[in-house]
């Protein structure tokens, strides 16, 4: 079972707030990956991070969404200016490597931007 | 881009019956994960699968990267396996991410 931490749980804002999500990876587990999965029900790659790096992100995350994994702190998504068509179950999974390992998922932050 | 097809996009089966979900991928894939979403949103880990057949309880995994197919065989349904099961393709390009299918619904009935 998963123990990955998402918080809040429920998320709204309006049109052109900042919305902010955290998660808290498993222990030990140094690869962590945000998706975002819309009402249609399609999942989105949005970023990873090894540690405190980001490895890779969408272009869409480089324009307005912001995150970050410090070290001792809870990682964080960041989306500097709400749009409506962000509302959507943001997911965060981490791993123990790059390698065959699984990714164990969080509960999610549901975002609704007004 | 990455395009993970599952079907079929959903699936009512009386309790007992078996389920042969089916995912197909558009390009060379390191391996294959299987999902399990509940009703609500949080994602469960079934299977990561790079090829061939792995089992883990009532599910088998079978993953044929050559040939940009998998599936997942669910047997003895219960009322409890309802819900999205997801496939999701790693591609081999040396970064672990996902690109998921849509799902498959299933809904086991009494």
């Known amino acids: 079972n998963s123990k990955v931490i998402q918080t809040p749980r429920y998320l709204v804002k309006g049109q052109g707030q900042k919305a902010k999500m955290r998660c808290i990876p498993e222990?030990?587990?140094?690869?962590v990956f945000w998706y975002q999965q819309n009402k249609n029900n399609e999942f989105k790659f949005l970023i990873n991070?090894?540690?405190?790096?980001?490895?890779?992100q969408i272009d869409m995350t480089e324009k307005r969404f912001s995150a970050e994994c410090p070290s001792n702190s809870p990682c964080s998504l960041e989306i500097q200016s709400s749009e409506a068509g962000d509302s959507a179950l943001y997911l965060c999974?981490?791993?123990?490597?790059?390698?065959?390992?699984?990714?164990?998922f969080g509960p999610g932050t549901r975002l609704l931007v007004l | 881009g990455q395009q993970v097809q599952q079907s079929p996009a959903s699936l009512v089966l009386q309790e007992g019956e078996n389920a042969e979900l089916q995912c197909n991928f558009s390009?060379?894939?390191?391996?294959l994960q299987w999902f399990y979403q509940r009703p609500g949103g949080s994602l469960v880990s079934l299977l990561s699968?790079?090829?061939g057949t792995k089992h883990t309880g009532r599910l088998t995994s079978t993953t044929v990267t050559k040939e940009r197919r998998g599936s997942l065989h669910i047997s003895s349904s219960q009322i409890t396996d309802s819900g999205t099961y997801l496939c999701?393709?790693?591609?081999?390009?040396?970064?672990?991410?996902?690109?998921f299918g849509k799902g498959t619904s299933l809904t086991v009935i009494p």
């Open positions: 222990k030990g587990h140094p690869v």
């Open positions: 390009s060379t894939a390191t391996r």
């Open positions: 999974a981490s791993s123990q490597d790059w390698g065959q390992d699984t990714q164990y």
């Open positions: 699968n790079p090829s």
């Open positions: 991070f090894q540690n405190q790096e980001v490895l890779q």
């Open positions: 999701a393709m790693e591609p081999d390009t040396g970064y672990q991410n996902f690109y």
